[in-house]
């Protein structure tokens, strides 16, 4: 079926390091949305993303949707400890509106 | 002001028993969902709903029911529990508009054994 990839599936940095995770979709996206997920805690929403090329920061991370609806991604420039989690994307298809998440990347981050 | 409350937080099933995983949320929202999360996995949707008395199925709804009698209370019901339902259930409500995300509760986690 439909899917949204998401890429890497683990990221270990050292502090101090950028991370990017990568978000796809074989069809085109109404809009997306970014979650944060701390272990063993639950997604909590951080932004949404609707027009095409669209980007938004906030502090140090820096969402982008792409030109042609299909793709987007998460930056984080000079990570902290405080950045350790998992970052999910979720996508509304727009042939039948329906929601669907990657497996998200899993951020480390080494002091 | 809670926001989505989930009860329990654990459980233990044993194979073929039964039980309900209680929502709740106090935000008003017209929509709701259940999602599983299996081990490093993304969020894999079981059921929703776009107000009171409407259900619908979602990617992954076999062996589970809902309802949805008042716009706040979005149980999810286990008939004849499996191994294979051994995850992390997550509830969620987000308004009509498409400008907010989902809230979610913190979660059941749950092992059939």
């Known amino acids: 079926g439909q899917q949204v990839m998401q890429i890497p599936q683990y990221q270990h940095v050292q502090e101090g390091e950028d991370f990017t995770t990568y978000c796809n979709s074989s069809?085109?996206?109404?809009?997306i949305q970014w979650y944060k997920q701390r272990p063993g805690g639950h997604p909590v929403f951080l932004i949404q993303?609707?027009?095409?090329?669209e980007v938004k920061k906030q502090k140090r991370l820096t969402f982008q949707f792409g030109e042609a609806k299909k793709n987007s991604s998460l930056h984080i420039t000079a990570t902290q400890t405080t950045d350790v989690g998992t970052y999910f994307c979720?996508?509304?298809?727009?042939?039948?509106?329906?929601?669907?998440f990657g497996a998200g990347t899993r951020l480390t981050v080494k002091p | 002001n809670a926001g989505v409350t989930q009860t329990p937080k654990f459980r233990i099933l044993k194979i073929g028993q039964s039980m309900t995983l209680q929502c709740t949320q106090d935000?008003?929202?017209?929509?709701m969902y259940w999602y599983r999360q299996d081990p490093g996995m993304g969020l894999k949707l079981i059921y929703y709903?776009?107000?009171?008395?409407?259900?619908d199925k979602g990617e992954v709804p076999n062996g589970y029911n809902v309802s949805r009698s008042t716009t706040e209370d979005f149980p999810l019901r286990l008939e004849l529990a499996a191994p294979s339902q051994t995850s992390v259930y997550f509830c969620?409500?987000?308004?009509?508009?498409?400008?907010?995300?989902?809230?979610f509760g913190s979660g059941t986690r749950l092992t059939v054994v």
């Open positions: 969620a409500s987000s308004y009509v508009a498409e400008n907010y995300g989902y809230t």
């Open positions: 069809t085109t996206l109404s809009n």
């Open positions: 993303l609707v027009k095409s090329g």
């Open positions: 979720a996508g509304i298809l727009t042939d039948n509106n329906d929601m669907r």
């Open positions: 935000m008003n929202h017209n929509y």
């Open positions: 709903s776009v107000g009171a008395g409407i259900t």
